[in-house]
């Protein structure tokens, strides 16, 4: 791998991990009703996805997925009706519920990020046909998934962060919980249906 190729890997994850999309509108939700920690959670679960892609794509299999349309499109529907589902939930949750969600959140939310992610047509799209684009196939192909993986992480845990802290920050500042709970369905309803909006 280049040092140019290096450095416009590093700049196109850095746009793609700040444009709101799937799995940051699920942290920022997730902190919004349950705090920072649900926050990072999700955001753990949402990178625990990411690596499982960069070995799919290392193994070439993920290139198996992108190339079967039907199997792209289930993952599609599957995706935005699980974030729908969740969004809708939180919109029909009643108080009594959102006062006793922290008390559930810790292990959900970690298996939100990591089936969001994983249902991500965006994640497959970049994991098995753009990141390959990188890898130069004339030097050491582990050693150079192994360190643009790495430099993924490194760059979107903070971007994830940061999202998880201001989502936390608009619900401290908030003095009517039920109204940031019907925010955070808002948000998961709207990722859905992006998700469902995208094509092939």
């Not at 700049?11 to 920072?36: E, K, Y």
């Not at 625990?48 to 892609?53: E, F, P, Q, V």
């Not at 810790?106 to 098995?128: D, E």
Request: proline share 4%.
């Amino acid at each position: 791998m280049t040092a140019s190729s290096l450095l416009l890997f590093i700049a196109m994850s850095i746009v793609l991990d700040f444009t709101p999309g799937p799995a940051v509108m699920l942290v920022v939700s997730q902190a919004m009703r349950h705090g920072f920690g649900a926050g990072v959670r999700s955001a753990l679960g949402i990178l625990s996805a990411n690596m499982t892609y960069f070995v799919l794509s290392a193994a070439g299999l993920g290139a198996i997925l992108l190339a079967s349309r039907k199997t792209f499109e289930v993952v599609r529907w599957g995706g935005a009706a699980y974030l729908v589902y969740l969004g809708i939930r939180m919109l029909l949750s009643r108080k009594r519920d959102a006062e006793e969600a922290p008390a559930i959140a810790r292990p959900r939310s970690y298996v939100n990020g990591l089936v969001t992610q994983f249902a991500n047509p965006k994640a497959i799209v970049f994991f098995t046909a753009l990141l390959p684009q990188f890898i130069d196939p004339h030097t050491n192909v582990a050693r150079q998934f192994l360190l643009i993986g790495i430099l993924s992480i490194v760059i979107e845990f903070p971007v994830l962060m940061t999202y998880a802290f201001l989502g936390d920050r608009g619900r401290r500042l908030a003095s009517h919980m039920h109204w940031i709970e019907r925010c955070a369905g808002a948000l998961l309803v709207t990722a859905g249906l992006k998700l469902a909006a995208t094509r092939a």
